[in-house]
């Protein structure tokens, strides 16, 4: 037991390392240069003087391996290197807008729970029915409507023609829990949406699998009630691979949540990503990446191990 | 640290909670306060005013530096916090700001000036003239990143404080545009006792202007405060300033409409359009950047030849440009983008060139190209009007036989190979710095090979007349130089121009006294943010 443990948590670092270092030599070959997108992002002539004095203050005038070495040996100390347009810690900045992604991903998680699994037993329970019809074909939409579609279609309803909701932005729990949390609204229900759906065909075939099962057909003919059986025994059957999609959805969540940010300006972790690519900051790339890369490696690990602990045969 | 970060997760996720009982119990908190309009404190004063300008701006600053140009929204943010000696004032006159006076001596080697007594930093100690020096020093220093430095150092520039208030500033030669170079937003003076405290110029600021920095929340906004002790009486009108980072249009455009910014920066000609119909806004657009078209004209390369040059400048379909990038408006660009009446320019060139064919083809024959030739043009998926651009310029020279490969990378990648001559052609969209027509030495003068000038283009005749331009002072002789350039280059053509794009901000009709003037000065918007008042809405 102790083993499978251990080799399963040097796996998932090993792979940590080996994301990283492919980003890193990955933006090496990448065209674009930080300096120019610091001193022009406009496009005008740059100062060849002024270009010098940056590039050297921020260390890319080093040979690559150098860089290389001196960002692995900053890791091991914890130290993901400075911004270079935040000219501050990596870690600072990422400790900034991590929380405000994990709160997007978390609270849409769980709308999706609500309404996917409720939603998903009705449809086993009614398998074949026009409810179940209904659903099917919205879990279907719910899979395939782009995050950005659907974000400009809740804004165009609830902000622009019913005006009930503030259409983006971002304001601090420390500026008011109001103004937080109705900005919060749509851009969750945009991201539950898909997840939704995902969660909903997840706990339809796995209710209908647990329905038909050896172990519940005896408990009906025992004289059981339906409801006693469908919430004692079908229920927990069935949950186990609904929790495990659930985790798996977390990892994808939060790498996922990129188009949802920019729709709604949600200032997170994936729209810190993009504009790190945009103006080439090396180093909030690669710790920008080094975290999502981490978080989905992580879950699916931790996944892997309750897997393990509860069945002893993927050990 | 880690206890901080602990303690947030834990916070959003009970906040996810309560969102989650709110939705459960039916959620009636949230309807009928739409009208917050993202206006954090409503305070508002007795006369009908509000006390906060919420500004959505298409970017977010990668430097506070003043001294560097990076882009036109931070600039736009930067020139309420900073003011330089000189400065633009909204009828497009350069006038005294730091500075309560000045004297040009005989020689014109000597800029004197006397600085205005109430001017104090935002800390409040006075601007003095070690400040001064302090600030252009910094400018011109060898490991400075400044943008202009090469101007100040170019005239062979030395600042001396003469006393307290007063400062000046020496040439080693004549520079006519050297007023301009002064008003350039970027030659801000700052504190030498803050930069001296250690304070981070890139992350906070501390300037002299209407507004003092209050705060930066990453990836979120940018706060300014009005500053008590500003030299000018009775301004900024509006107390406080948020800069809101809105990098997507789309979503920039609907918080405009939605009301969770009252003024939105880069409005496209698309938007634009929509807007004008809208009462509910005001539409602010100006001539603003042109676009044109730069060439490699390396030695063996078919644009090496002017001819080849012009044959491009005959073939391309401008107004198809204007439709296509700019859903029809602009101005086409036939000439040399000098408007007459600017600096004694009467509009002679104005057409040069024009839409012909044959022309062109005779032109690409004559220069041993009778059946055309392929080349790429580089230009960028980032942003659309400079993809159409590119497009129907491919489109055009197809016409006259040259096969033209379009090179869309993202900005970045298109930024680094413009900055390193890595194309045959590639679209720009520029404008001149300064007003004064010595703009264009940077455009055209020979050297390195740098963005804003076609790569290995050299003309000794082109180089003599922007120097003579540059260090003639007398004005008759001046506009005399300045025709002969623009004749020059207009046959050499190492660029060829396409046409006027607009710039354009939109507020909220309830926003007044927000202003901006066209052409170079497009690009110095900030400068009306002290006296916009935001009306109760």
């Known amino acids: 037991m102790g083993k499978f443990f251990l080799k399963r948590i040097l796996t998932a670092i090993v792979q940590i390392f080996v994301v990283v270092s492919i980003v890193f030599f990955s933006l090496q070959i990448m065209p674009g240069d930080p300096v120019l997108m610091m001193l022009s992002r406009d496009g005008s002539a740059v100062d060849q003087e002024a270009y010098d004095a940056l590039e050297a203050e921020l260390g890319l005038d080093q040979p690559v391996m150098t860089q290389y070495t001196s960002w692995l040996a900053g890791l091991v100390h914890g130290d993901l290197g400075k911004s270079y347009g935040e000219n501050r810690p990596v870690v600072d900045a990422i400790g900034d807008r991590l929380p405000r992604t994990l709160e997007l991903a978390v609270v849409a998680l769980v709308l999706a729970c609500i309404i996917g699994i409720p939603l998903g037993i009705i449809s086993a329970v009614r398998r074949g029915g026009i409810l179940d019809l209904l659903l099917t074909l919205i879990s279907s939409l719910g899979n395939s409507v782009p995050v950005f579609v659907l974000g400009y279609i809740l804004v165009l309803i609830f902000s622009l023609n019913m005006e009930m909701l503030p259409s983006s932005g971002f304001v601090p729990l420390a500026r008011g829990l109001e103004n937080h949390v109705l900005r919060l609204i749509l851009p969750s229900v945009t991201l539950a949406f898909g997840v939704a759906a995902s969660v909903l065909r997840m706990t339809r075939s796995s209710m209908l699998e647990s329905l038909g099962s050896e172990s519940v057909r005896p408990l009906r003919a025992k004289g059981l009630s339906k409801s006693k059986v469908y919430l004692k025994h079908v229920m927990r059957n069935m949950l186990i691979p609904v929790v495990t999609i659930i985790g798996l959805q977390l990892g994808n969540l939060i790498a996922g949540t990129v188009l949802c940010e920019a729709v709604f300006n949600w200032p997170g972790i994936a729209t810190l990503l993009v504009d790190a690519i945009n103006n080439r900051d090396y180093p909030l790339i690669q710790g920008c990446m080094l975290v999502l890369s981490a978080i989905f490696i992580l879950t699916n690990m931790v996944v892997d191990l309750l897997y393990g602990l509860l069945d002893p045969r993927a050990r | ?537």
Request: glycine residues 8%.
């Open chain 2, 1 to 537: 640290m880690k206890m901080k970060k602990l303690l947030s997760i834990a916070l959003s996720l009970a906040l996810s909670l309560g969102l989650l009982a709110g939705c459960g119990g039916g959620g009636s908190q949230s309807s009928g306060s739409q009208a917050t309009s993202g206006s954090l404190e409503t305070a508002q004063p007795a006369d009908g005013t509000v006390d906060t300008l919420l500004v959505g701006t298409s970017v977010e600053p990668s430097t506070l530096d003043p001294h560097i140009h990076s882009n036109v929204s931070t600039r736009f943010l930067l020139q309420n916090i900073y003011r330089g000696l000189v400065g633009y004032n909204l009828d497009g006159e350069i006038q005294c700001e730091v500075a309560d006076s000045y004297v040009i001596s005989d020689d014109n080697l000597t800029y004197t000036f006397t600085l205005k007594d109430n001017v104090t930093f935002h800390d409040g100690t006075p601007v003095t003239a070690e400040d001064v020096k302090y600030s252009f020093d910094r400018i011109m220093a060898d490991d400075s990143t400044a943008t202009y430095k090469s101007y100040f150092t170019g005239a062979g520039t030395t600042v001396n404080v003469v006393d307290d208030k007063t400062v000046e500033f020496v040439l080693a030669e004549p520079c006519a545009p050297f007023l301009e170079y002064l008003s350039l937003p970027e030659s801000a003076i700052i504190s030498k006792a803050w930069m001296e405290a250690g304070n981070d110029i890139a992350t906070s600021a501390m300037g002299c202007g209407p507004y003092q920095f209050v705060s930066w929340d990453r990836g979120l906004q940018i706060d300014v405060q009005g500053y008590d002790g500003y030299y000018k009486e009775g301004l900024p009108k509006t107390k406080n300033v948020s800069f809101i980072f809105y990098l997507d249009e789309t979503t920039r455009n609907n918080a405009l409409l939605t009301g969770e910014v009252d003024l939105i920066d880069y409005v496209s000609a698309t938007a634009v359009t929509q807007f004008e119909g809208n009462s509910d806004v005001s539409v602010y657009s100006r001539q603003g950047a042109f676009m044109m078209l730069e060439f490699n004209c390396e030695e063996g390369s078919p644009f090496a030849d002017y001819r080849v040059r012009q044959a491009v400048a005959y073939a391309i379909d401008r107004e198809a440009v204007i439709e296509t990038a700019f859903n029809g408006r602009g101005e086409a660009l036939y000439g040399f983008p000098t408007i007459a009446g600017q600096q004694g320019y009467n509009g002679e060139f104005d057409n040069y060139f024009s839409r012909d064919l044959d022309k062109a083809k005779e032109l690409l024959a004559e220069a041993g190209y009778p059946d055309g030739f392929s080349c790429n043009i580089l230009s960028t998926s980032d942003y659309s009007f400079h993809e159409q651009t590119a497009l129907v310029v491919q489109s055009s020279l197809a016409e006259i036989g040259i096969e033209v490969t379009a090179d869309l990378p993202d900005w970045a990648t298109r930024i680094e190979r413009s900055n390193t001559g890595d194309y045959d052609m590639i679209v720009c969209g520029t404008i001149g710095k300064i007003l004064d027509m010595d703009w264009a030495t940077i455009f055209y003068q020979s050297g390195e090979v740098r963005m804003d000038a076609s790569p290995y283009f050299a003309d000794e005749e082109i180089d003599s007349l922007l120097y003579q331009g540059r260090t003639t002072l007398d004005e008759t002789a001046r506009e005399e130089i300045y025709q002969q350039f623009r004749e020059r280059a207009l046959e050499m053509s190492p660029l060829v121009f396409i046409c006027y794009r607009e710039q354009a901000f939109v507020s909220g009709n309830y926003v007044q006294n927000f202003d901006f003037l066209s052409g170079s000065l497009s690009q110095q918007a900030g400068i009306c943010l002290e006296q916009v008042v935001v009306n109760e809405h």
